[in-house]
Nanobody, 123 residues
């Protein structure tokens, strides 16, 4: 099983990026999926999650209104559209799959992790 994240990069404050995470090895169409991030010297933190059907989404307070999570079960892929980026959004972003609760899932509850993609927001 592999989760391949892509789409990270360097962007100026106020800019946008779209992250993608393509899963292979098994289907996650019946699993919650999401994104976490980890800044240097900090613990990994929750960013956004989406239920298996896409009907329910949840966001960390720090990104709500700026980030949008979506998924395409036919492509076994989850996305994170990030707008109005701020320097404090700088981190390695990890996609995550298969955890029990959509609302604020703890990192320890995640069964599968992607390799991470670096997002750097310059001021």
């Amino acid at each position: 099983v592999q989760l391949q994240a892509s789409g990270g990069g360097l962007v100026q404050a106020g800019g946008s990026l779209r992250l993608s995470c393509a899963a292979s090895g098994r289907t996650f169409s019946r699993d919650n999926m999401g994104w976490f991030r980890q800044a240097p010297g900090k613990e990994r933190e929750f960013v956004a999650s989406i239920s298996w059907s896409g009907a329910t989404t949840y966001y960390a307070r720090s990104v709500k209104g700026r980030f949008t999570i979506s998924r395409d079960n036919a492509k076994n892929t989850v996305y994170l559209q990030m707008n109005s980026l701020k320097p404090e959004d700088t981190a390695v972003y990890y996609c995550a799959a298969s955890f029990s609760r959509v609302i604020d899932p703890p990192p320890g509850d995640v069964d599968y992790w992607g390799q991470g993609t670096l997002v750097t927001v310059s001021s």
